[in-house]
C-alpha cells in the first residue's frame, strides 16, 4: 500500500437504481413519478433569465421555503431544505446523530442509512422487521442515539399508522427521530403536524415522487425551530450554496397547483390498486404497499430470473441481491399503457 492509501476514507456506496439508455424502454426501477410536473413548472421554467445564472443563489432559500410555509401551513422557522432529500437526511445525520449510542434503523429499510452511518462513523443497530415486513415499534423502546425510518417503509411500500409512529417518537425523548416521508403523498397521513407537539421530531419530505421533479433534486424537513436553526449551522459550515436557481424557483411553482398534484396522486393510487389484482392474479404475492411501488415475490419463479427477463425486454424493476428481500421485485408504477405492457409479458411468460 502506497502511505498516502492509509489515510483514505473507505465505504461501501450507495447502489443508485439504473438509468438505462434509449427510448424505447420502460422504466419502473427508480420510483419516479411517470407524469411531468405541474404545467405551471414548465411556464415559470420558460420564462427565466439566463442572466440569473451568473450570480449566486440565494443561500437562505426564501422563495422556495416561503411556497413551503404556505403550501403545508408551516411557519418559515420550522422548514429547511437541500438538494434532495438524500442530501436533508445527510445533514441530520451529521447534525443529530453524534452520541456515542447506536441508532436505530429497521433492517429491510432505506440501504442509504448504512452508507451515512458508515460514511460518518456512526454506530447503528437495525431492528429486524417482523415475518410480514412490518416495523416493531416495541424494538424501539430502549436507549440509543437517534431514531429513523421511512414511512411508508421502503422497499416494502408498507405503511405504519400514524398512532404507531408517534408511539415510537413519545418513547424517544432524549433523541431525535427522524420520519422519512418520502412516500407519504401516495398513502397515508404525514407526521409533520406532530413536530408542534415533539420538539425532537424531524419529518423529511422530497419532491422527487409525488411531485415529479427528481431530477431537480428538492428536499425538504419540518421540525422545531431549534432543530431547523442546527441544521442550518451545519449547512452553512458545509456548503452554503446547496440549492441552485432553478430549484429555488421551480420547486416553488410546484406546490401552486394542488388540483394537478391531487389528480396525478389519484392516477398512481387507482393504477397501484388495478397493479395489485393482476399481480396476485400472475401468482404473484406482496405487502400491501402504500406507495408508488409494489414490492412482489413471485410463488414459483424466482425474483431475478424473473428481473432478467424482464430486462431483455428492456422493461426495467429494481431487484435487490440482500439477505431477506433477494427473492422480491420492487416495481414502480408507470402509467396505465406501461402497466399493460408489463402484465402483457409477464403473463406470457409466467
Known amino acids: 500500500m502506497r502511505p498516502w492509501e492509509a489515510n483514505i476514507r473507505r465505504v461501501a456506496p450507495y447502489v443508485p437504481g439504473e438509468q438505462p439508455k434509449g427510448e424505447k424502454l420502460i422504466k419502473l426501477n427508480t420510483n419516479e413519478n411517470p407524469y411531468p410536473p405541474a404545467p405551471g413548472v414548465r411556464e415559470a421554467m420558460e420564462r427565466m433569465d439566463c442572466d440569473w445564472f451568473r450570480k449566486y443563489p440565494d443561500p437562505a432559500a426564501t422563495v422556495l421555503i416561503k411556497a413551503l410555509s404556505k403550501a403545508y401551513e408551516a411557519d418559515e422557522e420550522r422548514i ?31 440501504s442509504f442509512y448504512k452508507v451515512w452511518a458508515d460514511l460518518f462513523k456512526i454506530p447503528y443497530e437495525t431492528p429486524a422487521l417482523d415475518m410480514e415486513f412490518r416495523i416493531k415499534k416495541e424494538d424501539y423502546y430502549r436507549e440509543n442515539g437517534g431514531i429513523i425510518f421511512p414511512n411508508p417503509n421502503a422497499p416494502t411500500g408498507l405503511l405504519m399508522p400514524l ?3 408517534e408511539d415510537i417518537i413519545a418513547h424517544n425523548q432524549e433523541s431525535v427521530v427522524i420520519v422519512d416521508e418520502a412516500y407519504i403523498d401516495f398513502g397515508g397521513e404525514s407526521a409533520i403536524r406532530l413536530t408542534e407537539k415533539y ?55 410546484a406546490l401552486e397547483d394542488e388540483r394537478y398534484f391531487m389528480d396525478t396522486l389519484k392516477k398512481i393510487r387507482c393504477t397501484r390498486e388495478t397493479a395489485k389484482g393482476w399481480l396476485k392474479e400472475l401468482g404473484f404475492t406482496f405487502p400491501d404497499s402504500m406507495a408508488n411501488f409494489i414490492f412482489a415475490s413471485h ?27 433477494d427473492n422480491y421485485l420492487r416495481i414502480t408504477i408507470g402509467t396505465d399503457e406501461e402497466m399493460e405492457k408489463l402484465y402483457r409479458f409477464l403473463k406470457e411468460y409466467l
Open 299 to 325: 410463488r414459483e419463479r424466482r425474483a431475478e430470473e424473473i428481473y432478467m427477463a424482464l430486462r431483455e425486454q428492456n422493461i426495467f424493476v429494481r431487484y435487490f441481491k440482500q439477505p431477506r428481500i
Open 80 to 110: 429547511f431544505v437541500g438538494v434532495g432529500s438524500d442530501d436533508v437526511i445527510a445533514v441530520a445525520f451529521m447534525t443529530f446523530f453524534n452520541s456515542h449510542k447506536p441508532i436505530l434503523f429497521p433492517d429491510v429499510s432505506y
Open 163 to 165: 398512532s404507531e409512529a
Open 199 to 253: 420538539e425532537n421530531l424531524l419529518v423529511v419530505q422530497t419532491f422527487s415522487k409525488s411531485r415529479s421533479m427528481a431530477g431537480m433534486r428538492i428536499g425538504c424537513a419540518f421540525g422545531h425551530p431549534e432543530l431547523i436553526r442546527r441544521l442550518n449551522d451545519v449547512k452553512y459550515s458545509y456548503n452554503s450554496y446547496t440549492m441552485n436557481i432553478p430549484s429555488l424557483v421551480l420547486g416553488a411553482k
